[in-house]
């Protein structure tokens, strides 16, 4: 059984995820949402950081129109994302780029893309201005997305090439 301050905690985070996401949500919207953060983020209504995670959240649905928390690749995407939000400095979108390249194989990565990351983000690509890392945060997330989705394009190509094979 809830704790009446846990209940007021959880219609307070329903509030301001409401209030980031600009948009009123049903309950069993918010109780599927919060459900998928638990599971996939281990996250917890009485935590610390818990209005944190859910206003990045709220942002994130709000510019990705079909962002997706209960995916396989979610977590690494989520990581990158923490880990250059978290940080408190101004990058050149070229240094974070190069940052960027350390931790992810962007060899097979067109240009255009890597400028998509930017526009999908609401971040104009410009090759020497300096943006917050809390910015650059979203087109990581984006990177990574669009990273392991080819990825998984491939392997699913590759399983397709080998039942064929195996059907013959």
Not at 12 to 31: C, G, H, M
Not at 88 to 113: G, M, P, T, W
Not at 128 to 153: G, P
Request: aromatic share 14%; glycine share 0%.
């Amino acid at each position: 059984m809830a704790t009446k301050a846990y209940c007021r905690k959880y219609r307070n985070l329903k509030r301001i995820f409401e209030a980031t996401y600009q948009k009123p949500v049903s309950d069993i919207f918010w109780y599927r949402l919060t459900a998928q953060l638990k599971e996939y983020l281990k996250f917890s209504v009485e935590n610390s950081n818990a209005e944190l995670i859910v206003r990045s959240i709220a942002n994130l649905k709000k510019s990705h129109r079909n962002f997706r928390i209960n995916n396989d690749s979610f977590s690494e995407c989520w990581d990158l994302f923490q880990h250059y939000y978290q940080q408190k400095n101004y990058l050149s979108c070229a240094e974070f780029l190069a940052d960027l390249a350390q931790k992810l194989d962007l060899s097979q990565v067109s240009r255009s893309s890597r400028y998509n990351w930017f526009v999908n983000a609401g971040i104009p690509y410009r090759h020497e201005k300096k943006y917050s890392t809390a910015d650059l945060a979203l087109v990581a997330f984006q990177a990574t997305k669009c990273l392991k989705s080819r990825e998984r394009k491939r392997v699913d190509k590759a399983i397709q090439t080998i039942d064929v094979l195996v059907a013959k």
